[in-house]
C-alpha cells in the first residue's frame, strides 16, 4: 500500500485512453494546468478519466498574475546586449505585461528555470536594454520571473474567474492557485467564491512560488487549505543555494499546522528524455518523504508523454520503498499546541492521543468516521506511520482524502448511522478491501465521536479493538 500521495499533471490535449488506464492505478489526483490548455480539451480529458475511474481526484491549475514571452524562437548568447520589447515584434524578444514602463534598471530577469538570465540596463518604455548573464535560446508563451521585484498585476483575472466557473461546473476537488503574494490573495480568493458561489466547499492549494510568498508565508499556509512547493518560479525568485531549507522548513510547519503538502517540480525531469531517473532524483524522493512531505507531483515527465508509464511506476516503487521512513518524524504536542485552535483543543488532544495510542499498541489500521475531512486531515499531518481510512458518506470529503498522506478514504451511502452501524460498516469494508492484509487478532484504532439523532457530533473518543470483535 502506497501512503505518500502522487499527482501527476497531464496535457488536456492527451486522448490515449489506452495510457490513462495503464497510469490511473499510480496517480491519485491529475492536475491539469489551464495556463496551456483550453476548457474543452480539459472537459474531454477528465471525461475520460471518470470513464476509466469516476472516484478520481482533479487539480485545476488556472493562469493567476503571470508574465509570458510574446515572442517566436530567439537565440541569443552570453553577454549580448539585446532589447525586450512590450509589443510584439518580428526577431525580437517581447513580453505580455500592462505595466512594462515601470520595470526598473538594475534588477534581473530570468526565464525558463534560469537557463537564461538578463540585467536591465535600461527601460525606454517601449523596450528594455538588457544584458544576458546566462544565455539560452527564448520562444513563446514560457513563463518571466523578476527577481526580487513585486509585479503589478492584478491577482484575479478575467480567464481565472471563467477557468473557477469551469471548476464549479465540473465538481473539481482541489484548485492550485499561482503565484500567491501574501494571504491576503488566498482570503479575497475566498470571499470571492463564497459570494458567488452558494455552498462552495473546494479546497485551495496555494503554490509558493515567489520571494514575497515566503515573507507571509506562516499566514499563507494558515489560510490555505494546502501548500504546493512550486520549485521552478520559486528557485528562479530566490537565490537557488537557499532553496533545500526553505521547501525543508516549509514542510516543517505545514506537518505542524495540520496541512498537507506537496513538492512540485523536476521531482523526476530526467525520465522526460529517458527511462530510468538519476540516482540524485531517487536520493531526493527519499530525503523529502523522510522530511515528511505529504505528495509528489510531476510536470514535464508526466505530461510530455514519452514515458509516463515508467516514471509513474518508478516514483510508485521509490515511494513504496521508503515511506515507512516517516517514522523518524517526531511531531510532539509542544511543537502543535501554539497552531491549535481554542475552539477545537479538546478534539485535536483527542486525535493526537489517538496517533500515539495507535503506535504504542501496535495498530493495524486507525480508522475514523468524517463528514467534514478533518479528523483525517489531523491524524494525517501528525504522521502516525499507520494506515489512515476515512469512512464517509460525501463526495467532497472522499476527493479531498486522496492528498493525505497516509489516507484512504471508503465511500459509504449511509448518512446515518450508530456506532454498532458503524463497526458493522467496518467490518465490511476491510473484508472486502484488505483481505489477506488484516489477521483476526489485529488491532483497529477507531476515532469515533459522540452520537445526536444518530449523526456523528464532535470527535470526543478512541476505541482500541480486534479485528475479530468488530463482527
Request: hydrophobic share 45%.
Amino acid at each position: 500500500m502506497r501512503l505518500n500521495k502522487i499527482v501527476a499533471t497531464l496535457w488536456p490535449s492527451i486522448n490515449h485512453k489506452w495510457i490513462l488506464k495503464q497510469i490511473d492505478k499510480f496517480i491519485d489526483v491529475y492536475r491539469i494546468n489551464l495556463s496551456h490548455a483550453n476548457l474543452s480539451q480539459t472537459r474531454n480529458i477528465i471525461k475520460d478519466i471518470r470513464d476509466i475511474n469516476d472516484k478520481k481526484v482533479f487539480m485545476l491549475d488556472t493562469k493567476w498574475p503571470e508574465i509570458r514571452t510574446t515572442n517566436e524562437e530567439v537565440i541569443i548568447s552570453k553577454w549580448d546586449i539585446v532589447k525586450i520589447y512590450s509589443t510584439k515584434k518580428e526577431w525580437f524578444i517581447s513580453l505580455e505585461y500592462d505595466f512594462f514602463k515601470n520595470i526598473p534598471e538594475n534588477i534581473e530577469i530570468s526565464f525558463n528555470d534560469k537557463a537564461v538570465v538578463w540585467n536591465v540596463i535600461s527601460n525606454n518604455w517601449n523596450f528594455l536594454e538588457v544584458e544576458i548573464i546566462q544565455w539560452w535560446k527564448i520562444w513563446y508563451n514560457k513563463t518571466v520571473n523578476f527577481i526580487w521585484y513585486e509585479i503589478e498585476l492584478d491577482f484575479l483575472t478575467e480567464k481565472d474567474k471563467n477557468d473557477i466557473k469551469f471548476w464549479i461546473e465540473e465538481n473539481i476537488a482541489l484548485l492550485a492557485v499561482s503565484f500567491v503574494k501574501n494571504a491576503k490573495d488566498i482570503i479575497n480568493l475566498k470571499k470571492y467564491l463564497s459570494e458567488t458561489y452558494e455552498n462552495f466547499d473546494m479546497k485551495i492549494i496555494s503554490k509558493i512560488e515567489t520571494a514575497s510568498a515566503l515573507e507571509d508565508i506562516e499566514n499563507i499556509i494558515k489560510v490555505s487549505d494546502g501548500i504546493m512547493i512550486a520549485r521552478w518560479d520559486l528557485w528562479s525568485n530566490i537565490d537557488m543555494i537557499k532553496l533545500p531549507k526553505i521547501q525543508k522548513d516549509i514542510i516543517r510547519h505545514c506537518n505542524f499546522v495540520w496541512k498537507p503538502v506537496i513538492l512540485a517540480t523536476q521531482v523526476m525531469s530526467s525520465m522526460v528524455n529517458k527511462p530510468i531517473p538519476t540516482r540524485a532524483e531517487i536520493d531526493e524522493i527519499a530525503y523529502n518523504i523522510q522530511n515528511g512531505v505529504d505528495a509528489l507531483m510531476l510536470s514535464d515527465e508526466s505530461a510530455i508523454w514519452k514515458y509516463p508509464i515508467e516514471t509513474l511506476s518508478m516514483l510508485n516503487d521509490v515511494i513504496q520503498n521508503y515511506q515507512n521512513d516517516v517514522n523518524n518524524i517526531k511531531i510532539e504536542w509542544k511543537d502543535i499546541a501554539q497552531y491549535i485552535d481554542k475552539k477545537n483543543e479538546i478534539t485535536d488532544y483527542i486525535l493526537y492521543s489517538a496517533k500515539k495510542t495507535a503506535y504504542k499498541l501496535w495498530v493495524k489500521f486507525i480508522i475514523t468516521p468524517t463528514n467534514t475531512w478533518y479528523t483525517p486531515w489531523k491524524i494525517s499531518s501528525l504522521k502516525p506511520w499507520i494506515p489512515i481510512i476515512a469512512v464517509t458518506s460525501s463526495d467532497k470529503v472522499f476527493k479531498y482524502c486522496n492528498l493525505m498522506f497516509w489516507v484512504k478514504a471508503h465511500k459509504i451511502w449511509e448518512k446515518q448511522f450508530n456506532y454498532n452501524e458503524l463497526k458493522r460498516i467496518i467490518w465490511e469494508m476491510l473484508q472486502l478491501e484488505y483481505k489477506g492484509q488484516i489477521k483476526w487478532e489485529d488491532r483497529i484504532l477507531i476515532v469515533h465521536s459522540s452520537i445526536a439523532n444518530n449523526i456523528p457530533n464532535m470527535i470526543n473518543g478512541i476505541e482500541v479493538i480486534k479485528f475479530k470483535d468488530l463482527k
